[in-house]
């Protein structure tokens, strides 16, 4: 299994310049992080590491090329929760992420519901919500599973965040295989699940992993937040059972590549892909 790292290591910056960074800390792989529909005003003033979904794919894979590093997933992080808009990056922007990631052989997308931003959907019941979660979803999962591409619902909000929320977006989408999971040890521990839980229970759904350790200053926060973007202290140095995940899923032959959502050093990165290594290759 790979262990890579967000590109998103420096801001207001190119993802050439991110890519630079990962290589220079001795990584071989990457997320694409950042993508956007159309065109992007900082991603034109190379001021942000973002990829264009409507650009083409040849280009970014070569451009990861040049630096040598693997592309494990494209991330097209949405608001499911909220009513379809334009402005709203949701189900048209998956989609692309979808042909996007096929074209160069890019596997997993990954995706996710957020927090409702809208009083509206604040007001949805459990039943609804995962209805609107679902019909965004519906066409995105069709289009993965002829193009071969796996979906993976990240714990970022207050339904991917549980196992009764995954389970009930999943049977409604039939449970068909183009519908997964990324594991984000810290989302889930942080919304007040048990990543150790999550990992026993879609064992044979989750494709991909994000690691994040966090510190005894989050203990208040927990499920009172969904999702925390970085963690910024190596993983075993905090609260979370990091390696009783990797005893759950460690003999999984379906998790290819997993990323580090980790913001520091260097040196910082590099233990703790070392702490995964360990762990993932014991006997």
């Excluded at 809208?118 to 066409?139: G, N, P, R, V």
């Excluded at 196992?163 to 594991?183: F, P, Q, T, Y």
């Amino acid at each position: 299994m790979n262990v890579g790292v967000f590109l998103a290591l420096q801001p207001y910056c190119t993802v050439e310049d991110n890519l630079r960074l990962a290589k220079a800390a001795g990584f071989d792989a990457a997320d694409i992080t950042d993508t956007h529909a159309g065109g992007s005003m900082f991603g034109s003033a190379d001021l942000a590491a973002t990829v264009s979904l409507d650009g083409n794919p040849f280009d970014t894979k070569r451009l990861f090329d040049k630096y040598g590093i693997k592309i494990s997933t494209i991330c097209a992080h949405a608001a499911l929760l909220d009513p379809s808009s334009p402005a709203r990056f949701a189900t048209d922007e998956i989609m692309k992420a979808i042909k996007f990631a096929a074209a160069i052989g890019i596997r997993d997308v990954i995706t996710t519901e957020f927090d409702a931003h809208t009083e509206w959907a604040k007001k949805l019941t459990f039943e609804q919500s995962i209805f609107t979660i679902a019909e965004k979803l519906y066409e995105p999962c069709r289009m993965a599973s002829d193009y071969g591409v796996k979906i993976c619902l990240e714990p970022h909000g207050p339904y991917t965040d549980t196992v009764e929320g995954l389970k009930a977006i999943m049977n409604a989408l039939g449970n068909i295989d183009s519908i997964g999971v990324n594991l984000d040890t810290g989302n889930s521990w942080l919304g007040g699940s048990d990543p150790v839980e999550l990992a026993k229970v879609f064992k044979d759904k989750i494709y991909h992993i994000h690691w994040k350790d966090l510190g005894e200053d989050f203990v208040s926060k927990r499920g009172k937040e969904f999702g925390c973007g970085f963690s910024t202290i190596e993983l075993g140095k905090g609260v979370i059972d990091i390696k009783g995940v990797i005893e759950v899923l460690r003999d999984s032959t379906l998790i290819h590549n997993s990323t580090l959502e980790i913001a520091g050093t260097p040196e910082l990165l590099r233990a703790s892909a070392d702490f995964v290594k360990k762990h993932w290759n014991a006997a």
